[in-house]
């Protein structure tokens, strides 16, 4: 379950009331810090940046870290992007972490692991998409079905969208009429834009009726032609 912000909120407040640090050496006391460091971390925070930290001490459901000498409370929940059951053996590890709350007049610094590594994820994720070209090929399973489309798990955490107007030659009224969900498939990617890959299996089907159509015509073409150079030969030898 998902904590609500008011349980975020009661976290810190109770994690902070209990300051029982183990100091690791080396760390800035915060009474040398002024107003200063706290327009520093406001800056962090506004810009988004990523802090390299190493962790001094471990609170009640958290641990702590120092920015620019002011003291700051990494929640648990905010460690890593899963479960952490254990905050101990993150004493005196270095962690890349943002600023996500600065409250000078609560003296309140709160950062998180956890956006970073979403952060990293998310970068990465875009990078595997753009790396796809349209016209690609690709087989993929079919991840969910709406009434305006299919979505098709490509692997490596891309899913993409089959229209359902791209779904078959034929008028469907549903996906379901065609597809069911965990079908293995094979689909044309049409588009990628903004990070969404637009994905055809009509295009895949509309290559062979192309061809018999072209051969069909071909043979005509003739047939029609010879009749046409008999039709003539035989005109021109009547005589009226």
Do not use: C
Request: hydrophobic share 40%.
């Amino acid at each position: 379950m998902s904590e609500s912000m008011a349980d975020f909120e009661k976290e810190i407040d109770e994690s902070l009331k209990t300051l029982n640090v183990v100091e690791n050496e080396g760390e800035a006391p915060e009474e040398e810090t002024g107003f200063n460091a706290w327009d520093k971390v406001q800056q962090y925070l506004e810009d988004g940046t990523v802090l390299s930290l190493k962790i001094g001490g471990i609170v009640n459901k958290g641990v702590i870290v120092y920015v620019d000498g002011l003291r700051g409370f990494i929640p648990a929940s905010h460690l890593e992007i899963g479960y952490v059951e254990d905050t101990n053996p993150y004493l005196g590890k270095t962690v890349e972490a943002k600023v996500i709350t600065a409250d000078p007049e609560k003296n309140r610094l709160v950062l998180s692991v956890k956006e970073v590594l979403y952060d990293k994820k998310r970068a990465e994720k875009e990078q595997r998409i753009n790396a796809i070209e349209a016209g690609a090929v690709l087989t993929g399973k079919v991840e969910s079905l709406m009434p305006y489309g299919a979505f098709i798990d490509l692997g490596d955490d891309i899913s993409g969208l089959v229209h359902i107007s791209q779904i078959a030659q034929k008028r469907i009224e549903s996906p379901a009429e065609v597809l069911k969900i965990g079908q293995e498939v094979n689909v044309k990617v049409l588009k990628v834009e903004n990070g969404k890959i637009s994905l055809s299996m009509k295009a895949l089907e509309e290559v062979a009726p192309e061809e018999d159509t072209n051969g069909e015509e071909t043979v005509s073409y003739k047939d029609e032609g010879d009749a046409t150079t008999g039709l003539g030969a035989l005109l021109a030898g009547l005589k009226l």
